[in-house]
């Protein structure tokens, strides 16, 4: 018997996950990442590379999905999942502690806890959308997506802002006692949102063998669709990503704004994000039935908007003096948030078009090439602008070539979202010659 659709009140239960999800991960790549270089004085690079080992096995998502479609069942992955995050981060501030007594075991636990981190991630984050995909009707997808987004930022806020009143001053003994109540609290959570929840996938016929892990992937990406939509959240999220590391220094170098006023502007980004996540969760599927591209349109929007930002920022890197750089980083993160809610939107949409059992594998393709975007995308920000500063010698130009590549890629992102059909899309899907986007 199929479960009826998810109401207001099961898509934001649902979202609590996602929010615990948040706070897992804030613990792992933020908190411990400071603790590690500043507390235990141990090299930078060992936590920027921990972080992205724990990109690098989110590639397993789509192994993760598709164990979730065999069985028809998801809860038990999105508490499994969760389980091994909670466990991964005390095991990773376990092997901080390790490693003023011994470096070498402890960097062998260290790769063991992200590995953990990464494929708790991988595991309850994919099985979660699977379910949302599966569960929640068209009309209410804008708004699914824009509360699991919304909550996972609060996840991270609220983690962040908590641990930070019981840390100070440090210890040792105080940074476990977050850790732990963090991996508690957030199982705990995780238990109680899933709780009840009926499942949204068929379980396979008892005469019908699914397929293979390599079959599924394979059918995946022979659909058109699903394969073009996978490039085009690739090349999206490599753009998406790139701002993350270098906004705030480009403030700094070329703005001379104080830490203070940077973090600021940080802040007002992400208050666009909000905005523009919440526009598409509440008026996304009217907009989407009023436009002619239907939700397509408003993911290029997003792109355009974000473009058409990161190429004003490079534009306002020769003209610091008369450039509004607020309004402009609000309007970047008003972009930011009419894409990320769209296209997960859409994701949902195109997750089990073609009939249900393939969400997770679908969802876990997707979350895989977002996974190797955000990892590459931060580390090519970076390396772009050093490289940059290197070769000219200046600040201003490094940034505004990178922030220029960067809007260019969000157009690039655009071309391929023209040429992905979505459900419910009342014109043909166009796809630009020029973009290569193999049929």
Not at 61 to 82: E, L, Y
Not at 93 to 120: D, E, K, W, Y
Not at 302 to 325: D, E, H, M, R, T
Not at 424 to 433: E, I, K, L, V, Y
Request: hydrophobic share 55%; with cysteine.
């Amino acid at each position: 018997m199929t479960a009826p659709p998810l109401g207001p009140a099961g898509i934001l239960r649902l979202g609590l996950v996602q929010c615990a999800l948040g706070g897992l991960v804030m613990i792992s790549t933020s908190m411990l990442n400071r603790v590690m270089v500043v507390e235990y004085a141990l090299p930078a690079v060992l936590p920027a590379a921990l972080i992205a080992w724990h990109y690098g096995v989110q590639l397993s998502r789509p192994a993760w999905g598709h164990a979730s479609d065999r069985g028809g069942r998801r809860k038990p992955w999105i508490a499994g999942g969760t389980g091994m995050l909670a466990l991964g981060s005390l095991l990773a501030t376990n092997a901080v502690f390790l490693s003023q007594f011994a470096l070498v075991p402890a960097l062998v636990v260290m790769v063991l806890a992200f590995t953990m981190i990464g494929g708790g991630v991988g595991a309850a984050g994919t099985s979660l959308l699977a379910l949302l995909a599966s569960r929640v009707e068209p009309a209410r997808r804008p708004a699914a997506a824009a509360t699991t987004w919304i909550l996972m930022v609060v996840g991270i806020a609220a983690t962040a802002g908590v641990s930070s009143q019981f840390l100070d001053p440090f210890s040792p003994q105080r940074l476990a006692l977050v850790a732990g109540g963090v991996a508690l609290g957030a199982f705990l959570l995780t238990l109680a949102a899933i709780a009840g929840v009926r499942e949204g996938a068929a379980a396979p016929e008892p005469d019908a063998a699914p397929p293979s892990f390599g079959r599924a992937l394979q059918d995946a990406w022979a659909d058109a669709p699903v394969r073009r939509f996978t490039i085009f959240v690739f090349v999206a999220m490599v753009a998406y990503s790139v701002q993350d590391v270098i906004l705030e220094p480009f403030a700094g170098h070329v703005f001379a704004y104080t830490p203070g006023q940077s973090t600021a502007l940080s802040g007002q980004q992400h208050a666009g994000v909000l905005v523009g996540m919440l526009l598409v969760g509440v008026f996304g599927r009217r907009l989407a039935t009023l436009l002619p591209g239907g939700l397509r349109t408003l993911v290029v929007l997003g792109c355009l908007v974000s473009g058409s930002a990161l190429a004003l920022l490079a534009l306002g890197a020769g003209v610091p003096q008369a450039f509004p750089l607020a309004p402009v980083v609000m309007l970047l993160g008003f972009g930011n948030g009419v894409f990320a809610v769209s296209a997960i939107a859409g994701m949902m949409d195109l997750a089990g078009f073609g009939g249900q059992g393939r969400e997770g594998i679908r969802m876990g393709l997707w979350g895989a090439a977002q996974a190797v975007a955000f990892g590459l995308g931060g580390l090519a920000g970076a390396a772009g602008v050093d490289a940059g500063r290197a070769v000219i010698g200046a600040d201003a130009p490094a940034y505004a070539v990178v922030f220029a590549a960067e809007a260019l890629l969000f157009l690039g992102a655009a071309g391929l979202a023209l040429g992905v059909r979505m459900p419910g899309d009342r014109t043909p899907a166009a796809r630009p010659p020029s973009l290569g986007v193999a049929a």
